[in-house]
């Protein structure tokens, strides 16, 4: 148990077709982060949240890209239309800032296919 | 702009010693170290604050040193299980527009430990 929560853990999806990948840290916190990352890379940063407040996304976040966490807690992303380049692990992670433990938290990861 | 870790790889015997590199071009707030292992999320395994100060996690040890921007993470008597690949996650540079550092995560560096 990561703390952190994401489904589905892998997903074969179709070039063109929508996908959306859910992320549930177990308890509450105010800060959610979504990360990609492709084989042999480190994570990349997508889009964080502050509450419900999506505070900054990154440029790797095409217009295909759209996140939410509407009541401050799950999240969402989706991606609309997808193609070859977005197959990639998907990471939700929650930021932790406790004096013991100062780090991110990561998910098991959504492992996107698609063909 | 990220972070460059050096070796990209290492091959162990069960109790070697290894020391894995961590190099930015910014100047560094913090850096985390963090252990994936194939088909996993990334683990936390400590932060380093700046001040150059040094920490201990078993028999994993890493240091800071915020004037040449680098860290370097120490394995000692390494074990099978320190088998993955290493990343170092910095926060440091310029601020992004919620105010956060930006945080950037290294090339990664591959530890395999034989028995």
């Known amino acids: 148990d990561t703390g952190v929560s994401q489904n589905p853990r892998h997903k074969i999806t179709k070039r063109g077709q929508n996908v959306t990948f859910r992320c549930d840290p177990i308890s509450e916190h105010n800060r959610l982060y979504w990360y990609r990352q492709t084989l042999g890379q480190g994570p990349e940063f997508l889009t964080y949240?502050?509450?419900?407040?999506?505070?900054?996304k990154s440029r790797l976040l095409s217009d295909r890209f759209s996140a939410e966490r509407p009541k401050g807690s799950f999240s969402t992303l989706e991606i609309q239309r997808t193609e070859q380049g977005d197959s990639a692990m998907y990471l939700c992670?929650?930021?932790?800032?406790?004096?013991?433990?100062?780090?991110?938290?990561f998910g098991s990861g959504t492992r996107l296919t698609v063909v | 702009q990220q972070p460059v870790q050096s070796p990209q790889a290492v091959i162990l015997r069960e109790g070697e010693d290894a020391v894995i590199n961590c190099s930015s071009s910014?100047?560094?707030?913090?850096v985390h170290w963090y252990r994936q292992k194939h088909g996993e999320a990334p683990v936390f395994l400590m932060i380093?604050?700046?001040?150059?100060e040094q920490k201990g996690h078993e028999k994993i040890s890493a240091s800071f040193n915020e004037k040449k921007q680098q860290s370097s993470l120490y394995l000692t008597a390494s074990q099978l299980s320190y088998s993955g690949t290493y990343f170092c996650g910095t926060e440091g540079g310029s601020r992004s527009t919620s105010g956060t550092y930006k945080y950037i995560f290294g090339t990664g560096t591959r530890l395999k430990v034989l028995a």
């Open positions: 910014k100047a560094l707030y913090s």
């Open positions: 380093l604050l700046k001040g150059g």
């Open positions: 949240f502050q509450n419900e407040a999506q505070l900054e």
């Open positions: 992670a929650r930021l932790n800032r406790d004096r013991r433990f100062y780090g991110y938290t």
